[in-house]
């Protein structure tokens, strides 16, 4: 299967250059100094906006350092010294693949790519974390998006080939760059939201440290540079160009629709919504707007994680009567589906239409349908065991629907749809398909205070050459309260 691996690590490589390529030959446009708090969240179910005059105000600021200065030597040399310092860490603890030589590294050159046998969560979580820590190391000395993408895959490539006993792999070198490009300007911009250079204290202390988690790279920069590094515009109102909601519930989850046999437990979700998609036509950066929602699940003493997230690189957007507004673009998409019996990782590339129908003067729906190339994709599998493996390698496509619709002081309903077709490059050979369904219901309460339902489906449907085909299901129900901000 290393054929079809190579074709589609070669296209990979070809489509993330050719951003870069365009990005030199025009000049970036300045960020805009504006702030617009999310009102009411095309992806979330942020409260909502009385006068509906949000989307015309002026996007969120990019965060970025200092007009025109540019570290791309230093940027390479922290990228490297991430990899040193996390092998040294590896050798220290006697892990098996940092047992390196002269001759694991021609051999990794020899031999070339393949497909690994690590964890689900390694390859598709630890992996897109390393290559945030290459990506903010080139962002913090001012590398933009895309350059600083292509440090996450040279960082990538590094690691593989010299860094590792193991042969190097494809899906390594895809996910480690690609989820690192989102997971890293996620956390480089919500870092610069979290950091504050007049807080004293405690106040600093707890800054300090979660940006020292979320982007490391970032903060050990802004140690040595001091004001050389993110330099963010103050915020236009309150609270910063970030919305989003915060739930707490109980839920029950099982193979079937029955909920007295189903297992139950406690979930958190964090819905988080950066910038707005809609600002009056003026120009925009990469992830300047991009929804997350991060889902995290508790059932017999095991903890479940869930990521749901899309970031804007390029867009246009359109007006029409009747105060209808919409967004053509293109997303990059990140998705990590780690439950009981079903998971799902991957990273996609979707061409998208984000809609908002004013109906009446106190309902607005909101739609934003997608469609794209799932670039690398894995769901796991009954008859893969490969050391630590239990799932397939592919690419294939996805197709998404989120939906909301308000009713201001009535409630919110978000309908949200997502359908991955993998087509199987390493594995059992055959095709995985997997169906995500949720629906749910927040009425208003208190303040800012909303009480709610929620339903979930999941159905995988997999065919395979050589094996009987398979069919699985996990339902949930949930009840639970949030807080929107």
Same mark, same amino acid.
């Given at each position: 299967?290393?054929?079809?691996?190579?074709?589609?690590?070669?296209?990979?490589?070809?489509?993330?250059?050719?951003?870069?390529?365009?990005?030199? @030959? %025009? #000049? +970036? =446009?300045?960020?805009?100094?504006? !702030?617009?708090?999310? &009102?009411?969240?095309? *992806?979330?179910?942020?409260?909502?906006?009385?006068?509906?005059?949000?989307?015309?105000?002026?996007?969120?600021?990019?965060?970025?350092?200092?007009?025109?200065?540019?570290?791309?030597?230093? @940027? %390479? #040399? +922290? =990228?490297?010294?991430?990899?040193? !310092?996390?092998?040294? &860490?590896?050798?220290? *603890?006697?892990?098996?693949?940092?047992?390196?030589?002269?001759?694991?590294?021609?051999?990794?050159?020899?031999?070339?790519?393949?497909?690994?046998?690590?964890?689900?969560?390694?390859?598709?979580? %630890?992996?897109?974390?390393?290559?945030?820590?290459?990506?903010?190391?080139?962002?913090?000395?001012?590398?933009?998006?895309?350059?600083?993408?292509?440090?996450?895959?040279?960082?990538?490539?590094?690691?593989?080939?010299?860094?590792?006993?193991?042969?190097?792999?494809?899906?390594?070198?895809?996910?480690?760059?690609?989820?690192?490009?989102?997971?890293?300007?996620?956390?480089?911009?919500?870092?610069?939201?979290?950091?504050?250079?007049?807080?004293?204290?405690?106040?600093?202390?707890?800054?300090?440290?979660?940006?020292?988690?979320?982007?490391?790279?970032?903060?050990?920069?802004?140690?040595?540079?001091?004001?050389?590094?993110?330099?963010?515009?103050?915020?236009?109102?309150?609270?910063?160009?970030?919305?989003?909601?915060?739930?707490?519930?109980?839920?029950?989850?099982?193979?079937?629709?029955?909920?007295?046999?189903?297992?139950?437990?406690?979930?958190?979700?964090?819905?988080?919504?950066?910038?707005?998609?809609?600002?009056?036509?003026?120009?925009?950066?990469?992830?300047?707007?991009?929804?997350?929602?991060?889902?995290?699940?508790?059932?017999?003493?095991?903890?479940?994680?869930?990521?749901?997230?899309?970031?804007?690189?390029?867009?246009?957007?359109?007006?029409?009567?009747?105060?209808?507004?919409?967004?053509?673009?293109?997303?990059?998409?990140?998705?990590?589906?780690?439950?009981?019996?079903?998971?799902?990782?991957?990273?996609?590339?979707?061409?998208?239409?984000?809609?908002?129908?004013?109906?009446?003067?106190?309902?607005?729906?909101?739609?934003?349908?997608?469609?794209?190339?799932?670039?690398?994709?894995?769901?796991?599998?009954?008859?893969?065991?490969?050391?630590?493996?239990?799932?397939?390698?592919?690419?294939?496509?996805?197709?998404?629907?989120?939906?909301?619709?308000?009713?201001?002081?009535?409630?919110?309903?978000?309908?949200?749809?997502?359908?991955?077709?993998?087509?199987?490059?390493?594995?059992?050979?055959?095709?995985?398909?997997?169906?995500?369904?949720?629906?749910?219901?927040?009425?208003?309460?208190?303040?800012?205070?909303?009480?709610?339902?929620?339903?979930?489906?999941?159905?995988?449907?997999?065919?395979?050459?050589?094996?009987?085909?398979?069919?699985?299901?996990?339902?949930?129900?949930?009840?639970?309260?949030?807080?929107?901000?």
């Amino acid at each position: 299967m290393r054929k079809p691996g190579t074709v589609l690590l070669a296209v990979f490589v070809l489509a993330l250059s050719l951003p870069a390529q365009l990005q030199r @030959a %025009a #000049a +970036e =446009a300045p960020p805009e100094e504006g !702030l617009w708090r999310a &009102a009411v969240s095309d *992806f979330s179910l942020a409260r909502p906006d009385p006068d509906g005059e949000a989307g015309k105000a002026a996007p969120a600021a990019s965060p970025g350092l200092a007009p025109g200065v540019r570290r791309p030597l230093v @940027a %390479a #040399a +922290e =990228a490297a010294g991430v990899n040193v !310092l996390i092998w040294m &860490a590896a050798y220290l *603890f006697d892990a098996q693949h940092a047992f390196i030589s002269e001759e694991t590294m021609t051999d990794n050159f020899k031999y070339w790519f393949e497909w690994d046998p690590n964890h689900f969560r390694t390859n598709f979580f %630890a992996h897109p974390y390393h290559g945030s820590l290459y990506f903010n190391a080139a962002r913090a000395n001012g590398m933009n998006f895309w350059q600083s993408g292509l440090y996450s895959l040279g960082g990538s490539f590094m690691w593989e080939t010299v860094m590792e006993r193991h042969r190097p792999s494809f899906n390594d070198l895809i996910m480690t760059t690609t989820g690192g490009m989102f997971l890293g300007e996620a956390m480089f911009r919500y870092t610069a939201l979290i950091r504050n250079e007049n807080a004293r204290g405690l106040g600093r202390i707890w800054r300090g440290a979660v940006n020292l988690f979320l982007n490391p790279a970032g903060e050990l920069n802004r140690y040595i540079y001091g004001d050389q590094v993110s330099q963010p515009s103050a915020p236009a109102v309150p609270g910063g160009p970030l919305s989003g909601i915060i739930t707490l519930g109980g839920q029950a989850r099982g193979d079937n629709p029955d909920l007295g046999t189903n297992t139950t437990g406690p979930s958190a979700d964090f819905n988080l919504v950066y910038g707005t998609p809609f600002t009056g036509g003026k120009a925009r950066q990469p992830f300047d707007y991009f929804p997350v929602e991060f889902t995290l699940r508790f059932s017999d003493q095991t903890a479940y994680l869930t990521i749901y997230g899309y970031g804007l690189l390029f867009g246009k957007e359109f007006e029409a009567k009747g105060d209808q507004k919409y967004l053509l673009g293109l997303f990059q998409h990140y998705d990590y589906i780690n439950t009981e019996s079903i998971e799902l990782g991957g990273s996609s590339f979707c061409a998208g239409l984000v809609s908002r129908f004013q109906l009446s003067r106190t309902t607005r729906l909101s739609l934003t349908p997608q469609l794209g190339w799932l670039v690398l994709g894995a769901s796991n599998n009954e008859y893969v065991s490969v050391d630590k493996r239990d799932y397939n390698y592919g690419t294939g496509v996805t197709a998404k629907l989120d939906s909301v619709l308000d009713f201001q002081k009535y409630g919110n309903f978000l309908f949200r749809w997502g359908h991955y077709t993998i087509y199987v490059l390493e594995g059992a050979e055959g095709t995985e398909r997997l169906n995500v369904f949720l629906g749910e219901y927040r009425l208003p309460v208190w303040k800012q205070v909303m009480i709610g339902l929620q339903y979930s489906h999941y159905r995988r449907s997999s065919d395979y050459r050589d094996y009987p085909d398979v069919k699985k299901f996990l339902y949930g129900f949930r009840a639970q309260v949030s807080y929107a901000f």
